[in-house]
Structures are given as C-alpha cells and as structure tokens.
C-alpha cells in the first residue's frame, strides 16, 4: 500500500484478521508543524525575480527587440531577413490601400497604417515573424462603426479612425500592462472559426459594387447588401465585372500554386502586386471609361498628427473592445504558432503590449487600427525571416513606397483592390472547420453555426456577442454540471475506473466510490450533492437487483482531481455529512491534494468525519470500509450481483458483445484476507 505524506497526514492501524489496514488520518496544517511551509506573501515571486534580474534583462524586458539583436547572426540571417521584409512590403503596399478602401478611408490611410506601427512593434514586439499593418476584419469594423456616425466622404470620418487606432492601442497596453490576456482563452476556436467565415462573406459581398459598377448599401448584414445589390442590377456594367474577375482569378492561382508548389512560393506573395500592376497597365493604355481608379494619392511620408475628436470617444469603445478583441486572438494566436515553429519564447502579455504601442504611435501619424496579418505573417515565415529585421525592412519598403512611387498608385483600377480583398475574404471562410466540427463535436459545430447566422443577419456586433455569450454559456454549464463517475475495481487489479468505460470493473454492495472531475464550488455544489443521491441509489440494491433489502454503508470520495474546493462547497460537505449520518451512511475522502486538505481541515470537516476515514488511496478506503462491513449488523463484504437481471448502460452492453458473453458470470471472489 502506498505511504501517506507525512507533511499532512498521521497513520494509525486498524487489527484486521490475517493483515492490518493502515488508514490514512490527517492533522490540521499549522506554521509550526514541521514540514508544513508558511504561505508565501502574494508579491515575494516577483520580488524575487526582481533582485536577481540585471541590467541587460531589464532592457529585454523594456525593448524585447534587444534579445534578438544580442544574439544576431550577420552571416546568417541578414540576406533572408532583407529579402523576407522586401517581400512582404511588396504584398503589403496594394493590400494597404485595397484594405483603407475597406475602411471607408483614402488609399493613403492604409499606406499610413502599415508604416509607422511596423517600426514601433519591431521594437516593443517580441514575436520575430508577426507582420503587423490593416487587415480585412479590423477595416470592416472600423467602416461598419463609423459610417453609422458619419458620412465617408466627411473629415470627421477620417479623424475618427485614428483616434480609434488611439483608444485601441490604450486598450491593449492595458491588458498586456495587467496581464490580461488570459480573459480571451473563454472564447472558443469554434466562435472564432465562425465569425471569421461570416466576416469573410461580408467582405466579399460589401467589395461587390467595384466588380458591378454601381453602389451598393454599406451594411454588416447580408440581407441589405444582397437587397442593395438584387436593386441595382439594372446598373450592371461588364468592363469592370471582367477586368475584376480576370485579376480575382489571376489571384487566387497564383496563391494556389505558391502554396502547393515550393519552387513556387514566391507567387504567393507577389500575387497582389502582380494585380495591380496588370490592372494599372490597362487602364493606363487603354483608358476604359467605365473603370474607375484610385486617383491622386498625396506624395511624401506622414506628418505628426495628434488624434483629435475625443468627444466621439464613448460611442466607440464598444468597437475598440472588439478590436482589441480580435487583435488578440488573431495576432497572439499567430505569433505563439510562429514562435513554436521558430524554437522561441514569446510573452503574449508582452505581445499585447507592443500592439498596443504601436497602434498608440501610429495614431499620431494618421495610421488606423492595425494588427497582425495571417497572409503576410506567413508568408513573411515562409521566405526564411528569422528576426524582428524583416518587418523593419517591410517598413522601410513601405517608406519608400510612400516617398517615392504613390505618383503611380493613381490609375490602380478600384476593381483590382477589390479583388485583392475578395481573395482574402475567400481564404477566411472557413467551410472544412465546419465539417470537421460536425464529425468530433457536435456542441462545437452548433456554436459555430450560432456565430457565424448571428453575424450575417444580425451584423458583425451583435453576432460577436451572441457567439461569445454562448460560449461562456457552455463553459458555464460544463463546470457548474461536471463529470462525475462511479468507480470499480479492475479485476486482478487495485485500480478503480469509471464502470461506464470499464464494464467489467467490480462493485462492492454496500459501498459507493464516486470521482468528481472539477473543482467544488458555489455553482456546482448543488448538482455534485444531487448525483451523489443518485448514485446511492443506482449503486444500491433496490435499483440494481430490484429488491430493497440493499442497503448502502460507506460513500467513498475520490478528491485527486479536485484542485480546489470554497466554503459553500464546505458547507454543502457537512449538510451532506449529517444527512448521511442519519441514515447510518459513512462518507470516507480519499487523495486530497494539499490545498484541499487545508481547507477541510481550516473547516472542521476532517474532525467532523473522523480523521480515520481520510486516505491515501480508493483501494485503501475500500479496504478499511470491507473491514468495518462484518462489524455492521446483518452484513458481509461482497461484489454486486451483476447477473443478465440487472440493467446495463451502453458501454457495458457493447462489452458484453465484444466478448461473447450475455449471460455468463462475473464474479470475482473477494480479496483474500491476508490482502484486506
């Protein structure tokens, strides 16, 4: 039998025929027990880790750009670095200004957006890969928030979406500041699968008017887009339907063939810029007047710009939350995938907050909300980056750009831009995750369809909340209705499983050995008492053998998988006690870890069940609880009759078939007495 912990438990010895049981009993903790440390201060790790960190550790913990330039490796890394930064600069500039048209803003905004915050996160940021700049779901927030403001084409517009970029910056180096990050791991992959494939439909169906050639209404519902766009079919105009259909095509090819060929991947990348340049070159030969372009661009870097507007403030935090929101998922989620495939360690906390100081100084250099891109960060991986040196020559290509080329941005066809972002859109949705859930889940595959209806009908607002409600419903509802199990031995064995899942497991009458698989606390108390009574019952004669002269002795308690229990959860524990003990039922707690243990013991609870009935083991509680049966009157210890009469769950039915055996016995004869 295994040994008790000496630090919390005692031993006594119970005489038993041939061998004595030891049963397990526990002191109450106290400082002065030996063995037993003092609770530590809540602050003394971190004051800890404070004295013994130097100089240098501070600078990495204050610019995380310092760990990579430390250890830099010229030979090595310089070339792939510059080239992976050109390359993702080159894909970012045309899908800058498709994703500002997105917005609802000018070209420039987006160029804007994908300048000043690459440099801030090269320095804040600790993920090396992450290429950050406006994507697709953030500039469909940002138009579907302000245009229900504010007109576009008015200023006010414009200085709006930079002080969000302000308020969401704020809010992000809140939440990595105070550790926050951890809030977010509530929402459920499928949630997020959902949203971004409804997302991606809006998307696609709001870009329709630059294929179609007439104006569509600007909503996040599919019901008024797909209206809008049934009315003005009358307006259909085929140049620009076509020119955007052949550059979507171009597209989508040249990122099928940079993903499944490897001698290939560079078309991955350069597929947006191959659009615009095709496009351009069109219309600048050709000069279709049908197609409309993107017009003047303003020439030069940014100007320092403070936000203004801040009286606009309250009706946007709703929509900054979000962003942030999203941020978090889509860029922290991305940059701890890249740095598991790259061998380092990243900080999402310390993630959170180089976001956010970039989006704080990318405000001030009329930028937009910006984050980190799926597309660009992979391709920014597969073409070798192995520092945060890529994103700063992305955000030099992008200088350059801005300086130098925005006198040939003017005739880019709309139609290309929007062909850029439909063909991100079309990479969003998310149809095999769907049918993945509905194989191995199908809790997963509802919430999912919930979030992605809720966003196409309802917008993009409510069906986030909708989506996320529902999934802190379920994660509510599982710890407050928790896994709990009936245990048997394992013939042959002392190991104690679920008979649900080992049919053949033996059950002793007269004892009931439960598991409870979550934490005990106030939401979940109720439910654990009720299936504790029910499973007195099923375990008992008068459900299992169909007579009532059975009748239940012990109640074992298997608390190993309890991490922690509060003070309702106590005092459910006592009421059960004392009813149990009306009717001449012994609970017995077997493995508490050390926390619980001490609040049991703080509570009285151990003194009030008795010090004798606390065990190392469940085999050990069975045996000191088939001991003391011979003592109880009109009783012996023996296995419950599981004879063809008594009625199966499932599990035990399809064991029965695997074997062979319907009707066969099952008894095990009782552990020898030298073993009790």
């Not at 769907?434 to 509802?446: I, N, S, T, Y």
């Not at 063809?644 to 095990?668: A, I, K, L, M």
Request: proline fraction near 6%; charge should be neutral; glycine fraction near 8%.
């Amino acid at each position: 039998m295994s040994s008790c912990n000496l630090d919390i438990v005692q031993g006594e010895s119970v005489s038993g025929t041939a061998r004595q049981v030891r049963v397990a009993t526990v002191e109450q903790p106290s400082p002065s027990s030996p063995g037993v440390a003092s609770p530590s201060p809540l602050l003394a790790p971190w004051r800890a880790k404070l004295e013994v960190m130097t100089a240098m550790d501070w600078m990495e913990l204050l610019l995380p750009c310092v760990r990579w330039i430390r250890t830099y490796e010229w030979a090595e890394y310089l070339q792939v670095d510059i080239m992976a930064g050109i390359t993702v600069g080159v894909m970012l500039v045309p899908q800058a200004m498709s994703y500002a048209k997105l917005a609802g803003l000018h070209p420039i905004y987006g160029l804007y957006s994908g300048f000043i915050p690459i440099f801030v996160y090269g320095i804040f940021g600790s993920s090396r890969q992450l290429a950050i700049g406006p994507v697709t779901l953030v500039s469909l927030l940002v138009s579907n928030v302000l245009s229900s403001i504010v007109s576009p084409k008015e200023e006010l517009y414009t200085e709006l979406a930079i002080l969000l970029a302000f308020m969401v910056g704020v809010l992000e180096c809140t939440m990595g500041l105070l550790r926050l990050g951890w809030l977010l791991r509530f929402i459920s992959h499928s949630v997020i699968s959902g949203f971004l494939t409804s997302s991606a439909i809006i998307i696609a169906l709001s870009q329709a008017k630059y294929f179609l050639g007439y104006n569509i209404e600007r909503s996040s519902q599919i019901v008024p887009l797909a209206k809008s766009i049934i009315d003005g079919v009358g307006n259909f105009s085929w140049p620009p339907f076509l020119m955007g259909s052949i550059i979507l095509a171009i597209i989508l090819l040249m990122k099928h063939l940079g993903s499944s060929k490897k001698n290939l991947r560079f078309l991955r990348a350069s597929g947006p810029l191959t659009a615009v340049i095709l496009g351009t070159a069109f219309v600048k030969i050709f000069h279709p007047p049908s197609i409309t372009v993107v017009g003047e661009i303003p020439q030069g870097l940014p100007k320092f710009h403070i936000p203004r507007e801040f009286d606009h403030a309250e009706s946007l935090i709703s929509t900054a939350v979000l962003i942030t929101g999203v941020a978090i998922l889509e860029s922290v989620g991305i940059a701890k995938a890249l740095a598991a495939k790259n061998g380092y360690e990243l900080d999402s906390n310390q993630e959170l907050f180089g976001l956010g100081m970039a989006n704080i100084c990318g405000s001030f250099f009329s930028a937009y909300p910006a984050t980190g891109s799926f597309s660009r960060s992979a391709v920014n991986h597969e073409s070798g980056a192995q520092t945060g040196l890529s994103g700063i020559v992305t955000g030099i290509t992008m200088g350059c750009a801005l300086y130098f080329l925005t006198p040939l941005f003017q005739d880019i066809p709309q139609c290309a831009l929007a062909a850029i972002v439909i063909s991100v859109g079309i990479s969003l949705v998310d149809y095999e995750e769907a049918m993945f859930l509905w194989r191995v889940e199908k809790k997963d595959f509802l919430l999912w369809t919930i979030t992605c209806v809720m966003t196409l009908f309802l917008g993009i607002e409510i069906g986030v909340l909708v989506g996320v409600s529902s999934s802190l419903a379920f994660v509510i509802h599982e710890s407050a209705n928790p896994h709990i199990a009936v245990l048997g031995r394992l013939p042959g064995t002392t190991v104690y499983r679920t008979i649900e899942q080992y049919p053949e497991a033996y059950v002793y009458i007269g004892i009931v050995v439960v598991r409870i698989d979550a934490p005990l606390y106030f939401a979940n108390i109720s439910y654990i008492k009720d299936r504790l009574r029910q499973y007195e019952l099923v375990v008992s004669g008068s459900t299992w053998n169909g007579s009532a002269d059975e009748k239940i002795y012990f109640v074992i308690i298997e608390m190993a998988p309890i991490p922690y229990i509060d003070s309702s959860a106590v005092q459910a524990l006592k009421d059960l006690h004392q009813e149990y003990k009306s009717r001449e039922i012994q609970i017995a707690i077997s493995n508490p870890n050390r926390k619980v243990l001490q609040t049991l013991s703080r509570a009285g609870l151990i003194e009030l069940i008795g010090k004798r009935w606390y065990f190392v083991s469940v085999h050990d509680a069975v045996r000191a609880c088939l001991q003391e049966m011979p003592s109880l009157p009109g009783n012996s210890p023996r296995l419950a009759d599981q004879s063809p009469q008594r009625p199966r769950g499932f599990s035990q039915q399809q064991w029965r078939r695997r074997t062979g055996d319907e009707s066969g016995p099952t008894q095990e004869p009782l552990l020898l007495q030298r073993e009790v």
